[in-house]
């Protein structure tokens, strides 16, 4: 019998404590069953399955990142609160690595994204520290992919141990960031798109 008490957001956060030792690739619906002592199939009222307990770790995930930013961006633009919001983005992939995880591999269906507080309110964080670089669409959105992959990037090859130069691993980071903020600053105009009849039998 189900213990009581027992409700879709305990099952979800018994779940995400494992995912960060044992890795969000070998999340079970087993190891919660057994932390709360019931069979597998008494949390079917909680979660569907695995893919549902997977896309909710996603969307905790999405909630945790979101504290952490707010939290440190606020009253900060420019600069300032790029380099607060790479050290969050930082940190959350290093101390919560299963839920980290989760953020990259799940495909959240966006209507469902949309409706939870933790998605909306990170995707919103990051989008107003950019706009305060005075970017607009579709500017704003390159500068977001180029951000997620930049950050994403060094803390993957960090965790891997795939910095072996003798140059300090933090001394990069730094001029990581700050080569992410001077390129925001500058960033790169697009020329007007040339109409077709227009284009020379020489262009590209």
């Given at each position: 019998?189900?213990?009581?008490?027992?409700?879709?957001?305990?099952?979800?956060?018994?779940?995400?404590?494992?995912?960060?030792?044992?890795?969000?690739?070998?999340?079970?619906?087993?190891?919660?069953?057994?932390?709360?002592?019931?069979?597998?199939?008494?949390?079917?009222?909680?979660?569907?399955?695995?893919?549902?307990?997977?896309?909710?770790?996603?969307?905790?995930?999405?909630?945790?990142?979101?504290?952490?930013?707010?939290?440190?961006?606020a009253g900060r633009a420019g600069k300032e609160a790029l380099v607060a919001f790479a050290e969050a983005y930082r940190a959350f992939a290093r101390e919560r690595p299963g839920l980290?995880?989760?953020?990259?591999?799940?495909?959240?269906?966006?209507?469902?994204?949309?409706?939870?507080?933790?998605?909306?309110?990170?995707?919103?964080?990051?989008?107003?520290?950019?706009?305060a670089y005075g970017l607009g669409e579709p500017d704003i959105t390159d500068a977001v992919r180029l951000l997620r992959s930049t950050f994403h990037g060094f803390g993957s090859l960090e965790a891997l141990g795939g910095f072996g130069a003798p140059r300090d691993v933090e001394a990069s980071w730094r001029q990581t960031v700050e080569a992410l903020h001077i390129t925001l600053r500058h960033w790169p105009t697009r020329a007007p798109a040339r109409p077709e009849h227009t284009k020379g039998k020489n262009d590209d």
């Open positions: 019998m189900a213990r009581a008490g027992l409700t879709t957001e305990r099952v979800v956060r018994a779940a995400a404590e494992p995912a960060g030792t044992v890795g969000f690739d070998h999340v079970t619906l087993s190891a919660p069953a057994r932390g709360f002592g019931v069979r597998d199939a008494s949390l079917s009222s909680h979660v569907k399955n695995l893919g549902d307990l997977r896309t909710r770790l996603a969307l905790l995930a999405g909630e945790e990142f979101a504290d952490r930013v707010g939290t440190v961006v980290y995880t989760a953020t990259t591999c799940v495909q959240v269906d966006p209507a469902v994204a949309a409706r939870c507080d933790g998605p909306r309110r990170a995707v919103e964080l990051t989008y107003g520290m950019l706009r």
